[in-house]
């Protein structure tokens, strides 16, 4: 079992950046693939950005290509999203997901946080 907490989720302006952080508990964090992904009002969950185990393999939607950056720390259990220049568009709830062989899919996760909320107002 993995427990999954994220935070850095706020209400920011059009360009600006966050940092959301998401803390592991429960299970040897470096076995699991780690994923983002978000799910605006109406739509749905759409994968954002994931690595793999050790963190050397980084893949992203095309949305967020160039804007940013997944990262991981497996001595502090954490996986990071960085978001540089942010647009309205990216407003949702984002989610951090684990999975011992997951890729881009959701349904490949086992594990998933409660979510964080990021507001960008134009």
């Known amino acids: 079992q993995v427990q999954l907490s994220e935070s850095g989720g706020g209400l920011v302006q059009a360009g600006d950046s966050l940092r959301l952080s998401c803390v592991a508990s429960?299970?040897?964090?470096?076995?699991?693939?780690m994923g983002w992904f978000r799910q605006a009002p109406g739509k749905e969950r759409e994968f954002v950005a994931r690595?793999?185990?050790?963190?050397?393999?980084?893949y992203y939607a095309d949305s967020v290509k160039g804007r940013f950056t997944i990262s991981r720390d497996n001595a502090k259990n954490t996986v990071y999203l960085q978001m540089n220049s942010l647009k309205p568009e990216d407003t949702a709830v984002y989610y951090c997901?684990?999975?011992?062989?997951?890729?881009?899919?959701?349904?490949?996760?086992?594990?998933w946080g409660q979510g964080t909320q990021v507001t960008v107002s134009s």
């Open positions: 997901a684990a999975g011992e062989t997951a890729r881009g899919r959701s349904y490949e996760y086992a594990y």
């Open positions: 690595n793999n185990r050790s963190g050397n393999a980084k």
């Open positions: 429960g299970s040897t964090f470096s076995n699991y693939a």
